[in-house]
């Protein structure tokens, strides 16, 4: 770690500020690696899909022959209890159970190259991560001869996928479909060097309960065949509709450079469309900001109109013009702050009653939000759960649809990144203090929400680890989503909002459609402001120790006169004990003399960061003090005229990491106003309790 | 029924010490748990410069923080006092009843209030701690018997697809368990009317006196208790008005606004409850008229015989 020097960081923002916009235009297109043309049928009595997927993939390598394929099978994570995904889960999933044999799974009944070489036999289940032989969801093939660098292979496969009773993210309830990792899909095969890797090779982990996705970009065409009575709504755009004889209707859903295609199917969906409107949606102040904010052009930053579709409950009719709001702030603002949202269409899905497990999901263009009809009305519904859950999940499709990283091995490059971006969003969107919550009188926003499950104990586990190895799991959300929000939070602190939003779009514009680690970030931290910022995200995302700072002691007392004899320029005094005593009595009635004032200030979390401590004197000015933050704590001693009212470590809360800011600052003159005022909250509380009892 | 709500209302109002005396005894016991909060509270939040945003208004990150401040969080003693003052406040309330009864029931007689209160709450209170006992236990039997047999008999709703079905069946299951529980409550209150105005000892017998007549004048019982429970739900709507309405408690002025606030809506609960055993204690005189009164003067102790 490289020691640096405090004064010098906690003037980053005004020096950022000065740095000219890097111009990274946006990338049109992604590199294409696949290519799925799929043809799909559902059949609602067996819960099965019977596919054929013509599968192209090019070998991005500049210098390996590849001579194996390797597929997630994800579906068979739901195929017993014993598989990774259930013996990490339990079958249980962010309050959603798996039915009792209710399996799901996937068979590749059939695979061979377009020339007719016969694959199956050669088809082997592997488990890379955890060596678990009863899990099925990782497979390789041999191909009968290596794909050579540039070149492509295609294959023929055809499957069958058993959907599960959905607990966790896809499968059935009722007539209500979601289908998702339902069908064989390639891994991502790493050159060397590509992110970091020393050896060529598929990245292709298992399916873990404490995980989401990684793929390859590419296009997909896919076919999807219901009943006719069912509303369908997938990935990309409808291209075509085939009414057939057998009363089943065949759909075909087209989109290019994504890297995942899900699908919903539901009778009962009541469909509600808008259009995002880049002209009617954003105000041009809002342009002229953005533009000025990121140091572009207005044209730079404009977006572009996009189809929203809403597959709402009937029961929740009522919510549906809060769905297209929250769509249609995500699109606005990840759109003006990170670049425009490339695709022509957005679908958001409500889970039908009993499918909560599919609910907060997300996939390219098709999110799956969730709501209760409880919140259809007031006062409930200005509980903005749906709001953050589709803004959150919209935020997906930038953080992890166009910009995508590995989910499995660096979960918070998406979920950090966007769980930050998400609660900027809905401040933006509903207000500073309320965005989350407005309720009989009770506000809560989503920058307070953040810091609620971060404390002092928060200090085993690191950001940086792959996503099932959080321990307990029951980490993995704090550390994937709140404490990465938390820490890019405290980067914003010291760099500035300018800086900090012109980083967040050159980072994103300039992995879009890649697949950056970590170390891309942080390159690109040090590559902005020109500085090495090793030092803060080694403790902060490879480092566990948790941030706390705090005022350890203050007083600010008259110093006393001074009794003896004492030779200065006029010659010899000497002061009388009474002569001294009398002094410092007046001093005392008139608080007139020189106070000394002590203050120690304490680093009682491990992790250090420079901070500024901000002292309040008596009719002067805030002063500010800068402190490395890297001892175990800080003496500052002064002695003048004025009495200290306050002494504050961190004065403008930049570090939103720091657990615990109630011990932040330290008031000489201790005001109990604010015990009171929730005293007597609890007073009234207790009093009903009690009185509920005695008056029985 | 609505005579009944009336004199109710009006034996409250004509004894307005009555309410004060139980509002001050149960606010007395809160302030048991709550002191130590408080003190452990201001030792943190007084010399706290971030506690000033709650002065603005309800920030829940700093409550987070409150919570897991070590200072703070060494609340265990409160807890305890909390579950302390509520087993006062039971065991107690056998008590309070018995002093409401007395002095509902002789409110034009002369002597000292206080006098009245305690000379009922002692000659009661054995009697009334018993009943309480046979009340409560029937009451918990009851409801979770009746809520069992209606959520099964509602599990077809709980399953359904109307999304609006389950939550109907949830709070059928509710109201209903709410309903037996009320039921079995209200007998109680009817028991120990009968008992203050009959001398009864036997105490299930009287349990099963009150639980008769409760069923045989089901509507009216249940007349007044809604009546009184509207009264009630008003009471909560005006204060979330006023919370929703209010600024947070900032200065002084305001946190005592906010106090007196919640101090006369608590009084008004415990006036309401008052109220409530007057118009109840009416409606038995108006059903059984011919009852054989208890005897007058003071009791010579809780277990003496009559």
């Known amino acids: 770690m490289r020691r640096i020097a405090a004064a010098m960081i906690l003037a980053l923002p005004g020096v950022l500020a000065a740095l000219p916009a890097a111009a990274d235009p946006l990338p049109a297109v992604s590199d294409r690696v696949v290519q799925y043309h799929i043809r799909a049928a559902l059949d609602t009595a067996s819960r099965q899909i019977t596919g054929t997927e013509t599968l192209t993939w090019r070998n991005p390598s500049a210098a390996d022959a590849v001579s194996e394929l390797q597929f997630h099978l994800y579906l068979n994570a739901f195929k017993n209890t014993r598989t990774t995904f259930m013996r990490e889960s339990g079958g249980r999933m962010r309050g959603a159970s798996a039915g009792a044999d209710s399996w799901g799974w996937i068979d590749v009944t059939s695979i061979r190259t377009a020339a007719g070489a016969d694959l199956k036999p050669s088809l082997a289940f592997i488990q890379p991560d955890d060596g678990n032989p009863d899990d099925q969801t990782v497979a390789r093939v041999v191909l009968p001869e290596p794909v050579s660098p540039g070149r492509s292979v295609t294959l023929e496969i055809s499957f069958t996928s058993q959907l599960p009773r959905v607990f966790a993210r896809t499968g059935y309830e009722g007539d209500f479909y979601l289908a998702g990792q339902w069908f064989p899909k390639l891994g991502v095969y790493e050159p060397a060097g590509m992110r970091g890797r020393a050896a060529s090779g598929w990245n292709c982990h298992q399916y873990h309960a404490e995980s989401e996705f990684y793929a390859d970009y590419g296009t997909f065409t896919v076919e999807i065949t219901v009943p006719s009575n069912f509303v369908v709504g997938a990935t990309g755009a409808r291209t075509s509709e085939r009414r057939h004889a057998n009363g089943t209707t065949t759909h075909v859903f087209e989109q290019a450079d994504v890297h995942d295609f899900a699908w919903t199917a539901d009778p009962d969906y009541l469909v509600v469309k808008e259009t995002f409107s880049a002209e009617r949606d954003v105000t041009p102040a809002e342009y002229e900001r953005t533009a000025k904010l990121l140091g572009r052009t207005p044209d730079e930053v404009r977006l572009s109109d996009v189809e929203i579709t809403v597959l709402l409950q009937p029961d929740h009719r009522p919510q549906a013009r809060r769905h297209i709001e929250a769509a249609k702030a995500g699109l606005k603002w990840y759109g003006l702050w990170y670049g425009r949202y490339p695709y022509k269409t957005l679908t958001v899905v409500d889970p039908a009653p009993g499918a909560s497990g599919a609910g907060g999901m997300e996939y390219p263009t098709f999110i799956t939000a969730g709501t209760l009809w409880l919140f259809n009305r007031w006062p409930f519904d200005r509980i903005r759960m749906l709001e953050e859950v589709t803004i959150h999940e919209f935020g997906h499709q930038f953080w992890y649809a166009l910009v995508g990283n590995n989910e499995f091995e660096e979960a918070w490059l998406d979920e950090g990144l966007n769980t930050w971006s998400t609660a900027k969003a809905m401040l933006a969107t509903y207000g500073r203090g309320r965005s989350a919550v407005e309720f009989l009188g009770f506000t809560m926003d989503d920058e307070e929400a953040l810091r609620v499950r971060n404390s002092p104990e928060a200090r085993y586990n690191r950001i940086l680890a792959a996503a099932w190895d959080y321990t307990p799991s029951s980490e993995y959300g704090f550390y994937a989503y709140e404490k990465p929000a938390l820490a890019l939070a405290t980067l914003e602190g010291y760099l500035g909002e300018q800086a900090m939003a012109r980083l967040m779009r050159t980072y994103h514009e300039r992995w879009r459609f890649k697949h950056p680690r970590s170390e891309d970030f942080f390159a690109l931290v040090d590559e902005m402001t020109g500085r090495d910022w090793s030092w803060y995200f080694d403790q902060v995302v490879r480092g566990t120790d948790a941030v706390d700072y705090d005022v350890g002691s203050a007083s600010s007392v008259l110093v006393k006169r001074g009794r003896g004899v004492f030779d200065g320029p006029g010659g010899r005094t000497t002061v009388s004990a009474a002569d001294a005593a009398k002094a410092d009595a007046e001093a005392e009635r008139t608080g007139k003399g020189v106070y000394r004032t002590v203050v120690v200030v304490r680093r009682s979390g491990g992790v250090r960061l420079p901070v500024e401590v901000a002292f309040k004197f008596e009719g002067k000015p805030v002063e500010r003090q800068a402190w490395d933050g890297r001892a175990t704590f800080r003496k500052f001693v002064f002695e003048r005229p004025e009495k200290l009212e306050w002494v504050d470590v961190d004065p403008d809360r930049r570090i939103a990491l720091d657990a615990n800011w109630l011990n932040n600052g330290r008031r000489l003159r201790a005001d109990s106003r604010p015990a009171a005022s929730w005293t007597a909250r609890w007073l009234f509380v207790i009093q009903h309790l009690i009185t509920a009892v005695g008056l029985m | ?306």
């Open chain 2, 1 to 306: 029924m609505i005579a009944s709500v009336r004199a109710g209302l009006r034996a409250a109002a004509s004894q307005p010490k009555l309410p004060l005396l139980v509002w001050g005894w149960y606010a007395l016991l809160a302030l048991v748990p709550i002191l130590p909060v408080f003190s452990a509270w201001n030792a943190v939040l007084g010399p706290s410069t971030e506690a000033q945003k709650i002065l603005r208004r309800f920030d829940i990150s700093v409550y987070a923080d409150l919570v897991q401040d070590s200072a703070a969080s060494a609340m265990g003693s409160p807890l305890r006092g909390l579950i302390a003052a509520l087993a006062v406040a039971a065991i107690s309330s056998a008590f309070v009843f018995g002093g409401t009864v007395e002095v509902l029931g002789r409110g034009g007689e002369p002597g000292p209030f206080l006098q009245r209160f305690f000379s009922g709450g002692g000659r009661y209170f054995g009697r009334f701690l018993r009943l309480a006992l046979v009340a409560a236990a029937s009451a918990l039997l009851a409801a979770g018997a009746v809520s069992a047999a209606v959520a099964g008999a509602l599990s077809p709703l709980g399953g359904s697809e109307w999304e609006p079905a389950r939550y109907l069946a949830a709070a059928l299951t509710a109201a209903a368990a709410l309903a037996t529980a009320g039921l079995f409550l209200l007998a109680l209150d009817y028991a120990r009317i009968q008992v203050a105005r009959d001398g009864s000892r036997g105490m299930l017998k009287a349990y099963l006196g009150g639980l008769g007549f409760t069923l045989r004048n089901l509507a009216s019982v249940f007349g007044v208790a809604i009546a009184f429970a509207l009264m009630l739900a008003a009471l909560a709507l005006a204060y979330l008005a006023y919370e929703a309405n209010t600024p947070a408690a900032g200065s002084w002025g305001a946190i005592a606004a906010l106090s007196i606030v919640m101090q006369a809506i608590v009084f008004g609960r415990v006036f309401l409850r008052v109220a409530m055993v007057g118009a109840e204690r009416h409606l038995d005189l108006a059903r059984r008229p011919a009852a054989r009164p208890a005897p007058a003067g003071p009791s010579p102790g809780p277990t003496s015989p009559a």
